[in-house]
């Protein structure tokens, strides 16, 4: 459905690119600083402080979206996380690094990845349109998991023969190369600007996500499980060595199978089309993620740590496709970059749950730190369910219009 319009192809090849380097980044930001310090807080600061400056900045840019060019914002904010992410690995390689330099990294590259969210899905909701829509954000899903299940083993290996510098340098040049992907797509602007100061086009629109009851849930939701579910991954170091008693090999193959199981979550949401019942899926979906995460915390045995993390990857595929695609459908046209760009601050919780998870780590173990996030999600989830319903309504009406 969403393949058939030129546009979105060329946006699905910008995001396979992009996502081509989430993780291994993730991977030997996570890895160096380790090697480095010994400390799982350090491992878990690293996203911390990027969450913190996306917090601050990812509001600003959803304004932004809403009033200038969608697709300039996409390609100038890859530009600048690819050209630091370069800088990093010039600098790993070179023996300059210092665990300060990658902290500054993270926080560019976390708060250029929350002004993306909101660019990108903003874009392909004007090039695919509402009934393409969740189409269109499952096979998204379907290329960053597709990208995830050879960049991370590529990059395990990548790092135990060369280190983390070299990895810096390629993944910088496949982020370059993926603005570049982003030129030929057109989209005609249908919908007015905002009008007005940013602050009262932000005001406008936290009002509406604070007072929106199925978006204000959809957003609640999105802060748990965002913050302590992905955040998990950010101690895959840490369950590699300590736990498996492995090396960098491994820990390609932990996030080899997440995007595996991202896989298959992805084709089955892409091969139903625009059904109903979206709450529903959405509430169930962050139930199992937090299910199987679970499980995969006392898990010590290799081939079951990998099918419990494979099966998390379904999960959190569905329940992220779900996630942006209920947002957009809930927001009236002209506020939703400003609601996406509320999305980017919540979901950079991810880098609080993970200092969180190594500060945890560090005095209980990094079983229980994952254990405890996996359980909440659970929690959180059960007492979600009563409002799957009226978010079905919303949707299945078709409305666009805030409550």
Do not use: C
Request: aromatic share 8%.
């Amino acid at each position: 459905m969403a393949f058939q319009i030129p546009g979105y192809r060329w946006l699905w090849a910008n995001y396979f690119a992009s996502a081509a380097g989430f993780m291994p980044f993730r991977m030997a930001q996570g890895w160096l600083i380790l090697e480095m310090t010994d400390s799982p807080f350090m491992v878990g600061l690293a996203p911390g402080l990027g969450s913190a400056a996306s917090m601050l900045l990812s509001p600003l840019g959803g304004v932004l979206v809403d009033r200038l060019n969608r697709r300039v914002i996409l390609i100038m904010s890859q530009v600048v996380m690819g050209s630091a992410i370069l800088m990093l690995g010039l600098l790993t390689v070179t023996d300059s690094v210092e665990v300060w330099h990658i902290l500054v990294v993270t926080m560019v590259h976390q708060v250029m990845m929350g002004l993306q969210i909101a660019a990108r899905d903003t874009l392909m909701y004007d090039v695919v349109g509402r009934g393409a829509l969740m189409n269109a954000m499952a096979l998204q899903s379907l290329s960053s998991h597709s990208a995830s299940v050879f960049g991370p083993l590529g990059a395990g290996f990548l790092m135990a023969g060369y280190g983390s510098g070299p990895l810096f340098l390629v993944i910088g040049i496949i982020i370059l190369l993926g603005a570049v992907l982003l030129i030929p797509v057109k989209v005609a602007v249908t919908t007015a600007r905002p009008v007005g100061s940013v602050w009262r086009n932000l005001k406008e629109g936290i009002d509406l996500a604070a007072h929106d009851r199925p978006i204000r849930t959809v957003m609640w939701t999105v802060l748990v499980t965002d913050g302590l579910g992905y955040s998990s991954s950010a101690m895959f170091p840490v369950v590699t060595r300590d736990i498996l008693r492995a090396g960098p090999v491994v820990l390609g193959l932990l996030a080899t199978f997440r995007g595996i199981g991202g896989i298959i979550g992805g084709l089955i949401l892409s091969s139903l089309g625009d059904m109903n019942g979206k709450g529903f899926i959405f509430i169930g979906a962050a139930l199992s993620f937090g299910a199987f995460l679970l499980f995969f915390a006392f898990s010590r045995n290799l081939p079951l740590s990998l099918t419990f993390i494979l099966l998390s990857g379904a999960s959190s595929t569905a329940y992220e496709t779900m996630a942006h695609t209920l947002l957009q459908v809930l927001s009236p046209e002209a506020m939703r970059g400003r609601i996406m760009g509320l999305y980017s601050l919540v979901v950079s919780g991810i880098g609080f749950g993970a200092l969180g998870m190594g500060a945890v780590a560090s005095w209980l173990g990094v079983t229980w730190a994952i254990a405890g996030g996996g359980s909440t999600l659970v929690i959180n989830a059960l007492t979600r369910v009563h409002l799957a319903k009226e978010i079905n309504d919303r949707t299945t009406a078709g409305s666009e219009d805030s409550k």
